[in-house]
């Protein structure tokens, strides 16, 4: 299929639920289908859609956990998977997503300690998790101070516990840091 961009967002009379089949569409670089009805789990042949530079799924009645395929999309930029009910723990593999420029996790019901492995963002500018329940007995993994380039830091009611890792002081870009309503301890770091 020759399929470049695929687009249905806010409609929200679509229903089902995402074919195992769409990860035939080897040549689509967006998928639009934010606002919708669609349910179900994100296929994990959603990791054969390397091309995909846009995914934007955002309210919609997808649940269940992420597929560790998702790390397969080295080339996507904007990740949009907010206000869904997605749960379990983010998958180890999505540190191969390294061309992520904007990562919208909110909303959702993920859990578990946050992967190192996120530290290979290296070009991510924003990244919002806020309104999930990660673990409280583990923070933020001190490899986001490895987003040098990141304006946008959000995890307000994320669950979050531990302290304030003091690499958050090496994002030389960070302009918006929003930690709010969580359980951190520990000492605000000076950097």
């Given at each position: ?105 909110y909303g959702n019901r993920f ?81």
């Amino acid at each position: 299929a020759s399929l470049e961009v695929l687009g249905i967002a806010g409609n929200r009379n679509i229903t089902g639920s995402l074919s195992p089949r769409l990860g035939r569409l080897t040549k689509l670089r967006e998928l639009y289908i934010s606002e919708t009805s669609i349910g179900g789990s994100l296929p994990e042949q959603i990791g054969e859609l390397t091309e995909l530079s846009y995914l934007s799924v955002t309210g919609t009645e997808l649940s269940g956990p992420l597929p560790a395929t998702i790390g397969n999309l080295s080339n996507v930029q904007f990740l949009e998977l907010g206000n869904n009910n997605f749960n379990g723990t983010l998958p180890s593999e999505m540190g191969g997503m390294t061309g992520l420029i904007s990562v919208l996790l909110y909303g959702n019901r993920f859990t578990g300690a946050l992967p190192s492995t996120i530290g290979g963002w290296t070009n991510v500018a924003t990244v919002d998790m806020s309104k999930n329940s990660f673990s409280a007995d583990s923070g933020l993994p001190t490899e986001i101070g490895l987003w040098t380039n990141c304006e946008v830091l959000a995890f307000h009611e994320a669950g979050i516990g531990s302290s304030i890792p003091s690499e958050i002081g090496g994002i030389s870009a960070l302009k918006v840091l929003d930690l709010s309503l969580n359980q951190l301890t520990g000492e605000m770091p000076v950097e």
